[in-house]
């Protein structure tokens, strides 16, 4: 040992105290303070405490009190100079901090392995996404902001040395340690993202620790399980593996971490790894490079090392290498002991120890640990989970996303009414988020497996899949270890081969793309996607580049197989469909619509609704889109957004409006068309004349409304009416606001039976089904009604009863079959008429208990009794939908008529619909109802003139604003259990909770770093 040291000493020595480079460590803002500082605290250590400075021990905050214990006795008996934490809480990690800082003589330097993020070692705190996707973005930019943000939240845990970035070249797809965590391979690239991510710490306060040094980028092996062989020559490792060591500290990285490696290029002895060799710490590191920073070995538990060496012997072979600090050592008692002995005997010169000490010190001093101050936990939380984190987070793996394969350019998907299509999640509930997104767009059926299933469990699955013609395949085990197959089983990849030359397949790769490598044949896949990593933010924004709800642009940074090399990847900047946020991402803030959160929730409170859905879009993103309450005031289960709400009079602007629009499109009709021209009243010629602008306005002179079904009840005593002015105890049941019905009435058997028969087709509620005719008799009662004050606004569903009859006649098929594909083409699939064909009561909010016609709680059946009986479709009511859906149709509208890549509408076909160029004192548009300028208003008291929608008896609300891009959605079922209650409109709510999203809106600012 002693030949050992002595041989090296005077080269170890030189080193340590000759710069080439800079001194990273030096204050830049007050040296001389500093330099006094440092002096003074070294002047009051001891040897045995100078010694201890250079150890750093790990630290857990999820272990129990004899570790604590244990951590305490080395930082008040022993001295140590830091400590690396590892798993844990944050608040816990924050607490344990402050009590190991009391316990020092010299303040701890704190550090972690945070490559990206607390979330590497803590739980509730962010995890960004690994370097490999930072690589994948090309964005260096994201790179600094994603380092400072980092950064931010390590001094607010009082941490003060972060051990990243790692600037490893991985130019070896089966290296089982670096893989995902290195930006790639490219020199150049890690370069500029290593010196990027340096900055982003180093700038805000935070050490960062190149690190593996010399290279660990091309090795077969981990060090934390054997020591791994470096096989290059030195000319190799000097151009390649250290060029972007070189730059980094040229440009001032306060510290490296060195590898435990076998490099016989550099270290003859092939059993000493690199952290212990003299060669390669002292001669190559601080000689040759001339790196005046600290340095830290690599965890000395490590078998690398740990499988060679005594705890003693490694720790002091590190130390007389070059190192300045030990990482994870054991032994520390007894290794101070002996570096003690050996320097009292000389065989250790005392001042490399105290060079070493002074530049911990200096490092202290740098990160403010002169001026220590206890880490507050108040709000802690929070302060690391803030908006701006996780706007950060998105963008990353927004921009990381790869489509590495685009057959035909099928991405982003069209034509979705042809498409049928089910999502394969690859690992059981592994695939949530990605299935709830792609959902969200449009309808998919869920198939999972496991990996490893049995070969029959797979077969099953592939007959499962013939009624399907587009197969999204979330591949969501993807593992990092070659050694693993990268999480892909043979069974799974064989089964995808057979599958991708039966259907069209979109492989998701939520991983390392070296995992492709492990598919026979992938360019028979439609497409394949990366990207990088499994998470919630990764599932979600993957599922909306499918559909074209945001952008792509990921380029590979490694050669992830034979057939995609550095650089693959397919960019489109199209954004077809709607996209989905948080609102920080707008430059909203949360905080800011906690006040709608308040508004729904006051409305259940105060018994305006039992339940409802809010949606609000800005510029083609929804950034908020929740449910509350429950379909009834006692159920047991709560709303969703899927949820199904009656819209009532919104029909009008979902069904019949874009119905009409179409056929104005086409040439069809004009606003001046004349309804005789379509509807045979030659026998009411005052309806034949009636202009079908003027209905869509609701200025025909038409009657607001006729109650046909009181024209179908009888009654169990016949001397009853069946209904008065006034209530009674026997008309006890208020109507059409100011009407009493009486409790005696019923449906008469001359028009409804219990049970649907071939003259009784029409379904009006539960075994209530209409005469086949009631359709004619409602034409005719429509008919037969007067003409009053026309050019006049007055809001009418007779109307649209008669363009619904004006649609059917031209179209030769009934309404919903007429807008079915529009709902298809839009991806529509919650949005229907007669929701109990297709979905259960459990989907479906429920209406009114109705007393007086159905005699029962409407359930699924629409609520409007004319529409029930003419069998659930109509032209003024009927239609069920979530607020997704609806939020699509009205981005069509504000797109001006397309989505989703295809066009709907001529631009002017919407202009002219929703904003007339004459209003003649009525705010109402074709079809749409506008704001009122003054007086109560539809919309918001901040909707811009510009803006059209309708609202719904039912309690419901769609709104688009093309001057600010707003679109907004307000479903709910105010109508249950009883009609009369206003509540609802009384008190303003649904415009109430528009003006929270407009003033939201307003003060809309791009969020900053903190």
Known sequence: MKRVFWVFFPLIFAQTISAQQSNPLISKADSASQMRWVDSVFNSLSLRERIAQLFMVAAYSNKDDSHVMEISQLVSKQGIGGLIFFQGGPVRQARQTNYYQSLAKVPLLIGIDAEWGLGMRLDSTISYPRQMALGATNDTLLTYQMAADIAHQLKRMGIHINFAPVIDINSNPLNPVIGSRAFGQDMEMVTRHGMAYTKGLQENGILACAKHFPGHGDTYDDSHLTLPLVPHSTNRIDSIELYPFKKLFAAGVASVMVAHLKIPSLEPDTLLPASLSPRIVGQKLFGELGFNGLAFTDAMNMKGVAGYYNPVDANIRSLMAGNDILLFPSEIENTIKKVEQLIKSEQIPEELINIKCKKVLMAKYLVGLNKYRPINVDRLYNDLNSPYSQVLRRKIIRNAITVIHNANNILPLRGLDTLRIAYIEIGESKGDAFREQLELYTAVHTFSINPEAEQAEYDTLLTNLEPYNLIIVGYHTIESKPAKGFGVSQQSSNFLFDLSFRKKVILNLFGNPYSISRFANPLAFAAIIVSYDNSTDSQNLTAQTIFGGIPFSGRLSVTASDL??????????????????????????????????????????????????????????????????????????????????????????????????????????????????????????????????????????????????????????????????????????????????????????????????????????????????????????????????????????????????????????????????????????????????????????????????????????????????????????????????????????????????????????????????????????????????????PAGTMASPESFGHTGFTGTMVWADPQNGLVFIFLSNRVHPDAENTKLSALNYRTRIHDVFYRAIQSISKPSGQ
């Open 564 to 937: 995609f090399s550095i650089n693959t990847g397919y960019a489109s900047n199209q954004r077809i469909r709607l996209g989905y946020s948080i609102p920080e991402e707008l430059g909203i803030w949360s905080e800011q619509l906690s006040e709608v959160d308040s508004l729904a929730m006051e409305i259940i409170r105060t018994g305006a609704a039992p339940g409802m859905q809010i949606l609000a879009a800005k510029d083609g993103v929804v950034f908020y889109n929740k449910a509350f309450g429950k379909p009834t005031y006692v159920s047991e289960f709560s709303n969703d957004i899927r949820m199904l709400y009656d819209i009532a009079s919104v029909t009008k602007v979902a069904a019949t409006l874009p119905s009409i629009m179409n056929l104005y499109n086409r040439g069809v009709l004009s606003f001046d068309s004349k309804l005789g021209q379509f509807i045979d009243l030659k026998n009411f010629p005052d309806k034949s004349k009636l202009l079908l602008g003027d209905i869509l306005r609701h200025q025909s002179g038409l009657q607001a409304w006729i109650p046909f079904y009181m024209n179908t009840l009888t009654s169990l005593e016949p001397n009853i009416p069946l209904w008065t002015e006034t209530f009674s105890q026997t008309h006890p049941y208020k109507f059409n606001g100011k009407r009493y019905a009486s409790r005696f009435a019923y449906p008469s058997p001359k028009f409804y039976r219990t049970d649907s028969i071939s003259n009784f087709p029409n379904n009006v509620a539960y075994r209530i089904y209409s005469l086949a005719s009631i359709n004619d008799s409602i034409y005719r009662w429509i008919n037969q009604s007067p003409i009053s004050d026309a050019g006049k606004y007055r809001y009418s569903d007779l109307g649209f009863l008669y363009l619904q009859k004006v649609i059917e006649t031209v179209e030769q098929k009934r309404l919903d079959k007429v807008v079915e594909p529009l709902y298809s083409k839009l991806g529509m699939n919650y949005t229907c008429f007669n929701p109990l064909l297709r979905f259960d009561t459990e989907r479906i909010a429920p209406t009114e208990h109705d007393p007086v016609f159905r005699k029962q709680l409407i359930w699924g059946h629409v609520h409007d009794p004319a529409a029930a009986m003419l069998g659930g479709v109509a032209g003024h009511a009927g239609l069920f939908a979530n607020a997704n859906d609806l939020a699509k149709l009205m981005q069509l509208y504000l797109n001006d008529g397309e989505y989703g890549g295809e066009r709907f509408f001529a631009p002017s076909t919407v202009k002219s619909f929703a904003n007339p160029a004459t209003t003649n004192g009525n705010r109402r548009a074709y079809g749409f109802d506008k704001p009122n300028a003054s007086g109560s208003s």
